[in-house]
Each structure stands twice: as structure tokens, then as C-alpha cells.
């Protein structure tokens, strides 16, 4: 069964950059689309962005254009999602989830265990 | 403000049913049969539920239905059990721009 198991809590300061792994293991990686969810406190969940590796692409939802940049590694099965210019705003914990299927838009069925970012000065 | 609208709460007795409403637009939830429900438990991440306005995950229990007319989908949990109370998200496919929307949430108290 596929895991996903992403990096530690992190502790920012604002204008600063923070960059989540989320490696899986135990399953196919290439094909199955990456997408990263983001919680604030207290708050609801808010998609931020997705890869598929096996193409490339990264598609991002309007809101974090130009400061979330996400990408792959399939030597290593790993997603990266990098956040620049931190804000107080953007202290959540971030989550990774794999699409139920390969190549095809269905919904989230694996989830990491999510990485607490703090932005504080 | 999130893309969907559901209610901040809902509760019911052990046994008894609950549904929760998720209102979209004709851009998102009323164009794609790409619901999914979510359950969250404190702490803990986000489990799928529901996919595809109906279809259940294997190992789902079969007390959990969801349904779609026009532009709101709902979540129906029946013989509510202790275990069920959580945080619930729905979410939908809203184009190949805005790709997926979530609901705010909905706190499912069984009481």
C-alpha cells in the first residue's frame, strides 16, 4: 500500500521561502498526480496546487501563481512544494495527497500526515 | 471565503441519519460529477469518503451515500455512530483553470 510520508514541522520568517518533501513509498509514483492542501488553524482546506510527475506539469491554483512552485523527483518518488515571501497568513499545516487514479481526475485517496509550517518573526 | 458552501455544523443521535448539504455553481459542482467527501478527525489527515458524487472507497463503510442535484451534492450518514463525529469536507472539480474547490467544512457532532 502507497504511503506518503512528508518532512517536518517548519518555523519561518515572513518574506522567507519554505520548501515540504512528501515521498512515497510502497506503490507507483510517476503516473498518479501529486496535489498539495493547505489548512490554517481553525480553518478549512484549501488546494494549492498539483503535479503529475511522469509529465512535468504543475498546474496552480490562482490564489498562490507566481509564490508556490511545485515539482518532482522520480529518481527518489518524491514531490516538493515550495511557498516564497511567507506571511503570517500561510502559517497552516500543509498536506500532500495522491489522485485515486492514474492520468485521470477523480479525488484525493492517500494523504500524508501533513507538515506544520509557522511564519513568525 | 471558501468555494463551496456547506453548514458550519450538523448533529444527530447514534442511529438516527444526517445529511450534509454542499451548494456550488454551474461551474464546479453542477458541471462535473467530481464530488468528493472527506472526513477529518482532529489532528489527523483528511480521509476520503465519497468520489465521484456516489461511489464509495473499498473499506468504506456502506452507511455513507452521497448524491448530486444540480448545483449542490450531499453527504448521507446513516446509523450515526460515535465514531462518525468529525469534520467533514466536500470538494469539487471546477474546470482546468481553477481545477479543485473545497467547502468550508461541516462539524458533525453525534450526541
Known amino acids: 500500500q502507497v504511503q506518503l510520508v512528508q518532512s517536518g514541522a517548519e518555523v519561518k520568517k515572513p518574506g522567507s521561502s519554505v520548501k515540504v518533501s512528501c515521498k512515497a513509498s510502497g506503490g507507483t509514483f510517476s503516473s498518479y498526480a501529486i496535489s498539495w492542501v493547505r489548512q490554517a488553524p481553525g480553518q478549512g482546506l484549501e488546494w494549492m496546487g498539483r503535479i503529475i510527475p511522469i509529465l512535468g506539469i504543475a498546474n496552480y491554483a490562482q490564489k498562490f501563481q507566481g509564490r508556490v512552485t511545485i515539482t518532482a523527483d522520480k529518481s527518489t518518488s518524491t514531490a516538493y512544494m515550495e511557498l516564497s515571501s511567507l506571511r503570517s497568513e500561510d502559517t497552516a499545516v500543509y498536506y500532500c495527497a495522491r489522485d485515486l487514479s492514474e492520468l485521470e481526475l477523480r479525488a484525493f485517496d492517500i494523504w500524508g500526515q501533513g507538515t506544520m509550517v509557522t511564519v513568525s518573526s | 471565503q471558501s468555494a463551496l458552501t456547506q453548514p458550519a455544523s450538523v448533529s444527530g443521535s447514534p442511529g438516527q441519519s444526517i445529511t450534509i448539504s454542499c451548494t456550488g455553481t454551474?461551474?464546479?459542482?453542477?458541471?462535473?460529477?467530481?464530488v468528493s467527501w472527506y472526513q477529518q478527525h482532529p489532528g489527523k489527515a483528511p480521509k476520503l469518503m465519497i468520489y465521484?458524487?456516489?461511489k464509495r472507497p473499498s473499506g468504506v463503510s456502506n452507511r455513507f451515500s452521497g448524491s448530486k442535484s444540480g448545483n449542490t451534492a450531499s453527504l448521507t450518514i446513516s446509523g450515526l455512530q460515535a465514531e462518525d463525529e468529525a469534520d467533514y469536507y466536500c470538494c469539487s472539480y471546477a474546470g482546468s483553470s481553477t481545477f479543485w474547490v473545497f467547502g468550508g467544512g461541516t462539524k458533525l457532532t453525534v450526541l
Open positions: 454551474s461551474s464546479d459542482v453542477g458541471s462535473y460529477n467530481l
Open positions: 465521484e458524487v456516489s
